[in-house]
């Protein structure tokens, strides 16, 4: 009996642990809550939170589509972390056009195929055109990481060019799409040849491509990557990479010539569905069963070192 109540008091403490842990994804938002302190981080603002121009308006939305019930009963502006982001701010498009190029400036490192740059004294959260590489930021998939790491080692030593292309220069997150050349190499077409790239997006017609997509058939054939196995090294040196020329810093023959107010009618376009779109259906779907297995398993344990001790 004695045994019995140690187990059970086991469970009530390790219960709490399993339901509340963070389960690691964001709402339509773009944040979460900390469940240990219900602080509210809005990590990466989707359009709709930056319909918010206060924190007051920004709690009703979070009220609206977070699904966190406990920490949205007590939850005030001062609980409310915007991470550096600015309410009310619409992504600044004036000083950008399609079909243009732009130097700029690695500010962080996010993931295989976004990262945040400097333009023009603005800081953009950048996707990168057309390519979509494991995930390692909200879960890790296989080759993940080594994707974000390839990706931050590119830009942190050489020179950054971001293209503009298409037709639309932001998604409907308020990121800016854009080809990214290092060192007048494409990296969409160096990833893609490291089999770092699982798959291909579209938000309109692309001018490199068909570049990508041959190194993607490449790195297939040769099992780069995770097409078969081989590391990045391994595939770099067994490939002979031919420097591409970075394009001209003039806007290309036949691009569109795309005024302001016409390219903010096009960034409220639907767009395919992002990782983050998938990010917050997981979070509606509830906390992960490992943390109450986890759970489990400890005071199972637990109780089979009680019944050793008897």
């Known amino acids: 009996m004695k045994q019995t109540a140690i187990l059970f008091f086991c469970l009530l403490i390790l219960f709490p642990v399993s339901v509340f842990a963070h389960p690691g994804t964001l709402d339509e938002l ?89 333009v023009n004294g603005h800081v953009y959260t950048t996707r990168f055109l057309f390519i979509d590489t494991p995930e390692s930021t909200i879960e890790v998939e296989p080759y993940g990481k080594e994707a974000s790491q390839f990706t931050c080692s590119r830009l942190q030593k050489g ?34 040849k490291a089999g770092l790239v699982e798959d291909f997006y579209d938000y309109g017609d692309y001018q490199y491509e068909s570049r990508v997509r041959e190194a993607y058939e490449e790195a297939k054939r040769n099992g780069a990557g995770m097409y078969g196995g081989r590391s990045v090294a391994e595939n770099e040196r067994a490939s002979s990479d031919t420097k591409r020329e970075s394009p001209s810093d003039t806007k290309r023959e036949g691009a569109p010539n795309t ?40 005071a199972a344990a637990v109780y089979w070192l009680i019944r050793q001790l008897k």
């Open 30 to 118: 773009g944040g979460h809550f900390h469940n240990s302190d219900c602080t509210y981080l809005l990590h990466e603002p989707t359009a709709l939170a930056k319909q918010a121009k206060t924190k007051e308006e920004l709690i009703k939305l979070i009220q609206t589509y977070n699904g966190n019930e406990r920490c949205k009963r007590n939850l005030t502006a001062e609980r409310i972390d915007l991470d550096g982001h600015t309410l009310g701010k619409k992504a600044d498009d004036a000083s950008l056009r399609l079909g243009r190029t732009y130097e700029a400036a690695l500010v962080e490192c996010v993931d295989g195929d976004t990262a945040k740059f400097r």
């Open 259 to 298: 005024d302001p107010q016409a390219e903010e009618e096009m960034n409220q376009t639907d767009r395919a569905p992002s990782r983050e779109q998938e990010a917050a259906a997981s979070e509606r779907s509830g906390h992960p069963i490992v943390y109450t297995l986890l759970g489990a398993a400890a």
């Open 159 to 192: 020179d950054i060019v971001l293209e503009t292309d298409g037709n639309t220069l932001f998604d409907k997150y308020q990121r800016l799409l854009a080809w990214v050349w290092v060192d007048n190499r494409l990296l969409q077409e160096d990833l893609a």
